[in-house]
């Protein structure tokens, strides 16, 4: 069931998704070699709670009876979504996806950036520009009137061109007081099919692209998911609210760019 948010909530919403916004940015400014995972998750979880949050994805359940042990996901290299934060630190050409879930006042946000580490390949920052791209696709076509597989299209074109792969068995999601609800919003799909968009719509939508094969294994850690060609991944995320027929980017890369130095 889809649960359309009024004015008031998309508000709510848009509080929750811009502390998940200044968490990333914080992680931006210390994202640097030598610097493990783990640091990065205290770093996160004490800055959300700090601002009176909650980091959503600590104590997450899975299918396996497995619950998420950190408040960040951490994706290096091949691995594509749901990496555990660890001891292992960070090395010149790595890239790493840092995915940051928080609930604030009863709503959640949902934002992902996948950050290098040093010099990285030229292959590699087309990777990771081209998912970002998409991700910027699949919004402008979350157009009230329009479809999720409009969305999905967007993002799958995108990347199919330029030769990427697009990861199918991992979707974006609907989110409100839930940090999933409906509905799945895939990163693939036909334009003019699938659920209906409408003003009120609050979904993440979230391409995880990969340089090589699409093709996903998950680890013996039960959360962990990789490429299975070991070639690397990316993963950008945003929550969005359609607003007066078009999506309204509630989360925000702004300060995470400047930290950068790039201009998008
Ligand atoms: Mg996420
Ligand atoms: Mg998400």
């Known amino acids: 069931m889809i649960f359309l948010k009024t004015e008031d909530e998309i508000e709510l919403m848009r509080a929750a998704n811009l502390l998940v916004a200044s ?155 839930e940090m999933h609800e409906d509905p799945p919003v895939p990163n693939y799909g036909k334009k003019g099919e699938g659920p209906l968009i409408e003003n009120g719509l609050c979904i993440a939508i979230e391409p995880m692209i990969t340089l090589g094969s699409p093709k996903i294994g998950m680890m013996p850690d039960k959360w962990t998911v990789k490429t299975l060609d070991g070639k690397y991944a990316a993963h950008f995320e945003h929550t969005v609210a359609v607003h007066h027929g078009k999506a309204d980017i509630l989360s925000s890369f702004e300060e995470i760019e400047k930290i950068e130095g790039i201009l998008y």
Request: glycine share 14%; aromatic share 6%.
């Open 23 to 177: 968490t990333l940015a914080e992680i931006a400014k210390n994202i640097r070699e030598g610097v493990t995972t783990k640091q990065l998750d205290r770093l996160a979880e004490e800055y959300i709670r700090d601002h009176g949050a909650v980091p959503t994805f600590k104590g997450f359940p899975n299918p396996f009876g497995a619950p998420f042990p950190a408040s960040i996901c951490t994706s290096v290299n091949d691995e594509v979504v749901h990496g555990i934060p660890n001891d292992r630190p960070l090395k010149s050409g790595d890239i790493i996806s840092v995915d940051c879930g928080a609930q604030l006042g009863g709503y959640n946000g949902d934002s992902c950036y996948t950050f290098c580490v040093g010099e990285v390949s030229g292959k590699v920052k087309l990777l990771l520009r081209t998912t970002k791209e998409a991700l910027y696709r699949g919004i402008d076509a979350a157009l009230a009137g329009r479809r999720i597989g409009d969305v999905g299209n967007a993002v799958q074109r995108h990347c199919e061109a330029k030769g990427l792969g697009v990861v199918k068995e991992f979707v974006g999601h609907g989110i409100g007081k």
